[in-house]
Every structure is written in C-alpha cells, then in structure tokens.
C-alpha cells in the first residue's frame, strides 16, 4: 500500500494519521475519527458551506490559504498541508479569533449551524487580505462568501462582520515558521524510509467504521512528478483519477461508491504551473480553478463575473480546469467558454503525447478519447487577437452558486465591421459540451448587425434538442439560447443596464 499515512500541521505540531481508506472524506476523518465536530456536515455536496475548512501550503515564499470544503474533499489530500479548522482559531487564552469576534459584534450567528463554516471563510479571507495589509469591502466579502449559505437569510450581519476585521486586534500566523514545516513535511514525503513525526495521532473509529480502514490493495497513489504521474497512470489503469474531487466527492457521498485505488494528479509539480507564451496560455491540468481564472481574466477582464459565477470560492479553490475539463459535464461552465476560445489540451502517456481541440476530446455523455493510460495534462487558451469580441453567460436559478441550466460563449473577431470568424461554446443542450457550427457558419462572412445576429439567434435555436430536466425546460433553453444572441448584439453596441452584472444595491462599495 501506498499513501495510507497523511501528515500534515494542525496547531503549530505535525499529526500523522496513519491506515486511513483512500477514500475516506476529510469531514468523515475530521468528525469521527478526530471529534472535531464543530465542522458540520450540511449538504455532503460542496453547496452549502458548513464543512468549510482552511487550508495552506507553501507558494513561493508565502504561504497560500484556502477555504474549501471538507465534506467532498478527500482525507488524503490534506497530505503536506496545513489545516485549520473552526475548532483551532481561539486563542490559548480563549481570546477570539478578529473572525469569531467580528461576527459576535455584528450578532452575524442565528441558528448557528453555518456559523462554523462562514467563520472559516472569513479566517481564510482574513489571512488573504487583512494579514497582507488589503481592506476587505461589501463587494469583495459577498464575492468570497458566495460558497456559504445561511438558511435563516442571515446575510447582512455577516457580510458586516466580514469588513471590520482589520480593525480588531491582529491575530499573527508565524508563516516563516510554518513555512519551514511544510517544507519539513515534504522532504519526509520524499524520504525512502518513515521519519517519525512531532504528534502521531492514531484514528479512533466510531463503531459501524471499521469497514473504512484501508484493505489490501487499496492505494491512494499522489506523485509529485508528471513522469512518475504518466508511469502510474500506466501501471493503474483501474485508479479513478482525482484532483479536486468536486464529483468525485459527489459519488462518495450522495452515491455511496467506493474507490480502492485512487490517483490525485494534484501534487505532480508541473501540472500546478502556469506557463504564458507569445500565442496561448498554457494552464497545468492541476492548477485550482480559481487561479485558472485569474489567469483568463488577466487577458480579458468581461470574464471576472463568470469566474466569480464558476462556483462559490471553496469550490473555485479544491476543483480544477483540468479536472472540470476531464470530466466533461454538459452542464459544465468552463467547456463552452474554452471552446468559444479556441482552446486545445494536451493528452499525455508514457508513450506521448496527443493535442487536440477541446470539443474533439467527448465522444458521448461522460465519455472521452483518453486511453486507460493517458491524462489530461495541458489546457491551452489562445491569447486574445485584434478585433475580438466575446461574452459568456450563464443562466441558472440562483446568482450565485449554482449549476448552469444553459451556458452560452460566443467569440467573434471583426474587421471594419465584417465578422471574419465565430467561434461559438455551448453547454446543457446536448450530451456533451459542444460548438454551434451552424451558427458559425451563419455569422462568419457577414456584417456584424441586428439581422446577423437574429440569423444566428434562430441557427441556434435550430441546431440543438435541448431535453428537459429540473433545471429547466427543453422549450426554456431553447428559447433563451437565441435570446443570448441578441443580448450579445446589444451588449457589442454598448449597452448595459440589460443584465444582473450591472445591478449593485445602493451603499454597495466597490
């Protein structure tokens, strides 16, 4: 067996856990096997927030904080890490954490059972901002609590709290520190033989988990270099491949499935970069979405709504493109935007490696061209060109937080007014993510006008058999698919007050 001890820091020691399942969740392990029952479990689904968590690791110099959610986040993955939970922010002397103490000032907590989890999405917020010397505002503690839900409709006295914490007394991580022992972990990861660490901590199972302990052959394999990865995936064929376990999680817990073998692409080294070039940005197959997004962002700035829509930031923090591409959800956001880009990825085996369009790689629903030996490595997003014009937009029930009933990405590069190519991405009308090359052919060629647009909008009405399903209805998506053509031709001629985007409550801060 393999990786079946996880080590990691909690409270400034180092704790081993040691014959822990591959597929043990960190909420699982966190409640039965460490009492640390302050972490709820709301949803087991990565939606409500409750189970939030912190983690950190080591980013350069600095250390990088993470709020994510334990109830769909593997036991394993918190391997080299450092973790926080709701239970570790008070200090010694039960002085409160400025997280804990500004939510008490504000009278943020109602019923209490997400209390916990909002309280850890604001440790996580206090550590990115306030502790680098950055204001958090009402914009930015909306944004960064959009993975939390409160049921008691609680919202306005904990957004409060979340922007007074500055003031409070400062509670200090020592980083340098911290940073030296995470650096301690990986080279005990490295070593050929055990180290023996500052804290061992053996499981205490509750009764009816026996059965969760790890049985012969069961592995959870997670290596550190892509060529070591590519040699596992051969040697493993059987593994199911994880990296955020965003669905994953999903079979674990609301399917009920088991894993005897698991490999995480996550700690392979390369796959975590990403790499800019002259024509196209590359993003490793293992780099979280949210910083994936950032990235596109940073080359074109209309899509900071839709990154900040992907998911709520725990999940945007655990999940990957890589993975959100692998998994080829119809319903997935990042397929019809990278498909309006032109984007490519980069399959990889120890025999090779194969480059293809990213809608060349689903064959049917859930299923891909990958061979059992081969990994989604690269996704490559071309840079943005003269004349290009492009939105994405996506429709779903909630704002924020939700699943797409209908994801539409529309790309289109103009000269002196003529459409020269369209490239248009498409998601929940079919059993795959697909392009609307009817629509395309439409545009490409013509004046860039209200009627084109109405040509388009019908093509694409016209192109897909939507079904229909608790999202919405075949008819729904049918018919807000054209509508999003329009509100693309509106949007080109600058108008804006016609979408959520533009709407901000009054006293509402930048």
């Known amino acids: 067996m393999k990786h079946q001890t996880i080590r990691f820091i909690r409270r400034g020691a180092v704790q081993s856990l040691h014959n822990i399942a591959p597929d043990r969740t960190l909420l699982d392990l966190l409640r039965e096997d460490l009492a640390c029952t302050g ?48 239970e570790d922010l008070a200090g010694a002397d039960g002085r409160l954490h ?56 609680g919202y306005r006295p904990i957004l409060d709290a979340a922007q007074p914490m500055a003031g409070l007394p ?17 080279q005990v990861a490295d070593a050929p033989a055990p180290v023996s660490s500052a804290i061992a901590v053996a499981p205490a199972r509750q009764p009816g988990h026996a059965d969760l302990a790890p049985g012969p052959g069961q592995a959870y394999l997670a290596p550190r270099t892509l060529a070591a990865l590519l040699q596992a995936r051969a040697a493993h064929p059987d593994a199911q491949v994880v990296a955020g376990c965003t669905d994953v999680g999903l079979w674990i817990t609301k399917q009920h499935r088991r894993f005897d073998k698991l490999l995480d692409v996550t700690r392979a080294a390369e796959l975590r970069r990403i790499e ?66 032109g984007t490519n990825v980069v399959l990889m085996s120890t025999r090779g ?47 924020d937080d939700d699943i797409s009933a209908l994801c539409l990405a529309v790309n289109l590069r103009l000269e002196a007014g003529q459409v020269v190519h369209a490239s248009i991405g498409v998601g929940g009308v079919a059993a795959t993510p697909v392009r609307a090359r009817r629509a395309e052919a439409v545009l490409t060629g013509g004046q860039w006008s209200a009627e084109l647009a109405r040509q388009a909008a019908d093509a694409l009405r016209s192109e897909f058999q939507p079904i229909s399903d608790m999202r919405a209805s075949a008819a729904y998506r049918t018919e807000v698919l054209g509508n999003l053509m329009h509100r693309f031709w509106l949007e080109s001629q600058g108008t804006q007050a016609i979408n959520l985007e533009s709407f901000a409550l009054q006293g509402d801060d930048a």
């Not at 997004?293 to 700035?301: C, G, N, T």
Request: overall charge positive; charged content about 20%; proline content about 5%.
């Open 39 to 86: 972490t709820k479990e709301g949803c087991g689904e990565g939606d409500c927030g409750a189970c939030t968590v912190v983690l950190a690791e080591a980013d350069g110099e600095q250390l990088r904080f993470r709020a994510v959610n334990s109830c769909i986040r593997l036991a394993h993955s918190i391997d080299g890490k450092a973790l926080w939970t709701v």
């Open 98 to 153: 400025p997280a804990q103490e500004a939510m008490v000032r504000c009278h943020a907590s109602q019923c209490g059972f997400c209390t916990p989890g909002f309280v850890m999405s604001l440790f996580g917020m206090y550590q990115t901002h306030v502790a680098r010397g950055q204001a958090i505002g009402r914009a930015l503690a909306q944004q960064e609590l959009s993975g939390n839900l409160c049921r008691c409709t």
């Open 170 to 186: 400062r509670t200090a991580i020592d980083e340098g520190v911290l940073l030296v022992q995470l650096r301690q972990l990986g």
């Open 276 to 341: 800019r070039y002259p024509h196209h940005v590359a993003i490793g197959a293992a780099v979280p979405l949210h910083d994936a997004y950032a990235a596109l962002v940073r080359d074109r700035p209309q899509l900071q709504v839709f990154a900040n829509r992907f998911a709520g930031l725990p999940v945007r923090n655990s999940g990957t493109l890589g993975g959100n591409v692998a998994n080829g959800s119809p319903i997935g956001d990042s397929m019809p935007l990278l498909i309006a880009l």
């Open 353 to 399: 490696h194969r480059d293809m369009p990213l809608e060349a790689l689903y064959t049917g629903y859930r299923q891909n061209v990958m061979a059992a030996d081969e990994l989604l490595a690269w996704v490559k997003v071309p840079l943005p060109v003269d004349g290009e014009t492009m939105r994405v937009y996506k429709i779903s029930k909630r704002f």
